[in-house]
């Protein structure tokens, strides 16, 4: 089973916390890599961390919350091999598993409730990448990694 590494900004708080005991409750292993109270945190630094952890564990995939899902996107397509998907509704996310291998979730805390959150994460999670002509595109997105972004985990 993959394991699953979550975070969220304060923005993104309470959506993080209930979809963490909804991944708990399907036997999924998280590992959530903050914040633990609703504080104010620039997303940034959150995002990081998660992209991060996601580009160096084999079998991992990541979901990030804040207030709008658009902003953890942002940062966590920074680091090399993470495709991160805003998904606030269940077409996007079926769409960014299957034809965009994402790794990465990004939903909007301040957008979606509790559940369409448990819906869109479900799709997600079980959506398999299709591969054929989307391999091919993936395969260019991977070429542009490789032409402008490092590889920080070497």
Not at 41 to 46: E, F, G, H, K, S
């Amino acid at each position: 089973m993959k394991k699953i590494i979550i975070g969220s900004d304060h923005g993104g708080y309470q959506l993080k916390e209930e979809m963490k005991n909804f991944l708990l409750s399907k036997s999924f292993f998280v590992s959530d890599f903050g914040i633990y109270k609703e504080e104010p945190v620039d997303y940034p630094d959150i995002a990081q961390l998660v992209a991060e952890a996601v580009a160096k564990e084999n079998n991992s995939v990541g979901i990030i919350v804040d207030g709008a899902g658009i902003g953890s996107s942002i940062v966590a397509n920074k680091v090399k091999g993470i495709r991160a998907a805003v998904c606030n509704d269940i077409y996007s996310a079926r769409n960014s598993r299957e034809h965009n291998d994402a790794n990465i979730l990004t939903l909007g805390g301040k957008i979606i409730g509790p559940g369409l959150m448990q819906e869109i994460v479900t799709v997600w999670l079980n959506t398999s990448f299709g591969g054929d002509r989307h391999k091919r595109r993936i395969d260019k997105i991977v070429n542009l990694e490789n032409k402008y972004l490092k590889d920080v985990h070497r």
